[in-house]
């Protein structure tokens, strides 16, 4: 079938794609039922044809997404206002998935190990108690002492360093900068102390972070 009798016969196809009943006898009287017979069956070839070179064009991308976002990279939003300043609710990171191994999409096993998390960084995680993930920075690391007093944190006996900027009064907040593992970023705690909040994982004297854990 040469090209230009195709397109002629695809132009003479009415609004739903059908053979008029006038041409059923040839296209406008100029084709025999045989030779109609033949185009047609073309016409159903290249409509077979269209999706499944429209798939082998969308493949590679959706493939190159999918690996993307289960092994390599993935946006997340802030769901709560817990790394305020630094981090808004509402905002939006990209998070390195390999930063401390590849790990499976659905079941999260770990086959490839790169790395373990370091103090200072932030990580994005599920926690054994909630199907919600958190993001939160990396303060202590396994077997490390920890305690919290009078809005600073001591990790082994020694306060993280901080530099106290001012008190914003509309919050009710002190905002200071704070340095964790030699990353510097700005914090707010109570201003009073009718902020202050009890938690039983972390008793006045502090508490040893398990292995296996961060805190």
């Known amino acids: 079938i040469e090209l230009d009798e195709f397109k002629s016969f695809v132009e003479s196809l009415d609004e739903y794609g059908k053979v008029p009943a006038t041409a059923k006898n040839g296209v406008a009287g ?18 077979e044809s269209v999706p499944v070179e429209y798939a082998k064009s969308f493949f590679p991308i959706l493939f190159a997404v999918l690996v993307l976002r289960s092994f390599l990279f993935e946006p997340f939003q802030i769901p709560t206002g817990s790394m305020i300043p630094t981090l808004n609710v509402g905002d939006f ?7 401390y191994g590849l790990r499976l999409p659905v079941t999260g096993t770990k086959i490839l190990n790169v790395g373990e998390p370091k103090r200072g960084d932030v990580m994005v995680f599920i926690p054994p108690h909630d199907p919600n993930y958190f993001i939160k920075r990396v303060i202590a690391l396994p077997g490390e002492h920890v305690r919290y007093a009078e809005g600073v944190v001591y990790i082994n006996g020694e306060p993280l360093p901080q530099q106290e900027i001012g008190i914003i009064r509309d919050l009710g907040v002190r905002y200071s900068r704070e340095t964790v593992g030699g990353v510097t970023h700005d914090i707010y705690t109570a201003a009073t102390q009718r902020y202050a909040r009890e938690y039983d994982w972390l008793p006045p004297e502090g508490a040893v972070i398990p292995e296996g854990h961060y805190f």
Request: no cysteine; charged share 30%.
């Open 93 to 99: 990171i990209v998070v390195n998935k390999y930063a």
């Open 30 to 47: 100029k084709v025999d039922p045989a030779r109609q017979k033949l185009l047609e069956q073309a016409l159903a070839l290249y409509r």
